[in-house]
């Protein structure tokens, strides 16, 4: 179980991400308004809150939203779920769809503290149910295949 602790959306791609008070996810697309949503495994994007803050522990000065993440969560190790994880929050339900993303490049985070924890620790699924979240809901990890129930995924 984990906590929302940030969502970061930008209306276009190449531009940094900023923190919105909630979102609406719709099923098969993302999260509405962020340019990264459409048809394809990657619809949304989730990073652990404490990586985050190993990160900036070993003195990276780093904002919500600063790797490209959608959704910030507190007290989930995404990058040990496996593919097919189910996440539930709400009435959302969405399914992990691969695990880390290569950095082509290398980001302005890269360039500055000479590593990059999105690779390694950042997840991507797709959106099974869509709805409304926003900091401080529950998020639930389910097995693969889970469907859920409203009053799991509501508690």
Known sequence: MGIIKAICTSPKKGTAK?????ATL???HGIEGDAHA???HRQVSLLSWQAIEDFRARGAIVAHGCFGENLIVDGIDFAALPVGTRLSCNEVLMEVSQIGKECHSH???YHTMGDCIMPRQGVFAKVLHG???QPGDVMHVLPAGDEGCQEEAGA
């Open 107 to 109: 980001c302005q985070i």
């Open 18 to 22: 900023k923190t919105v008070p909630s």
């Open 131 to 133: 709805g409304l979240v």
């Open 26 to 28: 719709v099923v098969d």
């Open 38 to 40: 459409g048809k394809w």
